[in-house]
């Protein structure tokens, strides 16, 4: 279920992603194919003086993992440069529950709401030749400059050899609040234990179209598959609200706990369903001021309305 309302915006960039890249009823209007699967989150105990957050003190915490692939058409073959999604949501010990959502690119293509609707403009197939036009990508980089450093990570995305294999980013700044109450911006990211592996193009065209759920679950029967929380530490005058922005590389950086995935979720359809949200937050996280973070959750209500009605 989803908390916000669709603004008329949100409903604006789905309409836009749509007339893009196709409706496939019923599914999300993007990351429309995905798997989820259990797991459980062990903090490290670093981020305990940082934030109060309940999933980052000392306690193991049982959570639920959705692995995506980006297209909005479900069937397109998984070997391919494209989007991979990592969502997790924790199972708090009080019954609620705080969503953590990130994709294998570090920053994103455009810095507000605005220009997300901008460029899916520029993307928008020329009738003459079925394709968009190169000329209006490079006038939307030329007038958003940072957003090309995103488009140059979606352009170059590797073909990973297995979900488990992937980095993911969640990409927006956010708050952690600390005991004491003072805020501090952070960044997370996933690293898997085994490193990057991804396919060469030639590799990948010779895997099943499904490839990725397929070797996860032969992966899953060997052991869990693990990913390190790292969150890097913002300083003063670090953006918070322009997700196109890295921080400085030299950040400190923290090691918030362990991801072990360890089997597919018995009810499918019940986790599929779900809106993994990235403003589902809890005490002792807080959004950062970046508008396209506050944004998604509209568009996400927008898309969870279409396709629980099988639109
Ligand atoms: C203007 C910006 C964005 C728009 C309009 C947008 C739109 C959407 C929509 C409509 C969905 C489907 C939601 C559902 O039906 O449950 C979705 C899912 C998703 N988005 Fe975004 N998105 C945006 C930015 C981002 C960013 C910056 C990230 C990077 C962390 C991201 C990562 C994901 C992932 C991983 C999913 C799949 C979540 C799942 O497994 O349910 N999106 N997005």
């Known amino acids: 279920m989803s908390e916000r309302t669709p603004t008329p915006l949100a409903i604006t960039a789905v309409d836009a992603i749509e007339r893009v890249s196709g409706t496939y009823p019923g599914h999300r209007r993007v990351h429309a194919r995905g798997l989820c699967f259990d797991a459980t989150f062990t903090p490290s105990g670093e981020a305990a003086s940082l934030t109060t957050a309940a999933h980052l003190q000392s306690a193991r915490t049982p959570v639920v993992v959705r692995f995506s692939n980006s297209n909005t058409n479900p069937t397109v073959p998984d070997g391919i440069r494209a989007g991979r999604g990592l969502a997790v949501r924790f199972l708090l010990p009080d019954d609620t529950s705080t969503d953590l959502v990130s994709v294998n690119i570090p920053v994103f293509f455009a810095a507000t709401p605005e220009q997300f609707l901008e460029l899916l ?16 990508v490079q006038a939307y980089t030329a007038a958003h400059p940072s957003a090309a450093a995103g488009l140059q990570e979606a352009a170059r995305m590797p073909i990973p050899v297995s979900y488990g294999t992937a980095r993911y ?143």
Do not use: C, M
């Open 121 to 136: 403009d520029a993307l928008e197939k020329d009738p003459g030749t079925g394709a968009p036009d190169p000329k209006k």
């Open 169 to 311: 980013w969640a990409i927006h700044a956010f708050v952690w609040v600390d005991p004491h109450g003072r805020r501090r911006p952070v960044r997370y990211r996933w690293e898997p234990d085994t490193g990057l592996q991804e396919l060469s193009e030639e590799e990948a065209a010779g895997k099943n179209p499904e490839y990725l759920a397929e070797e996860l679950l032969r992966r899953l029967v060997d052991g869990p598959v693990g990913f390190t929380l790292r969150v890097q530490l913002g300083q003063d005058g670090d953006p918070t609200d322009d997700p196109t922005k890295p921080w400085p590389a030299d950040r400190p950086e923290i090691v918030a706990g362990r991801l072990q995935i360890t089997a597919p979720v018995a009810d499918q359809d019940h986790w599929a369903a779900q809106v993994y949200d990235p403003t589902r937050i809890t005490p002792g996280i807080e959004l950062s001021d970046d508008p396209v973070l506050s944004f998604r959750s509209h568009a996400y209500s927008v898309s969870y309305e279409r396709r629980a009605d099988g639109k």
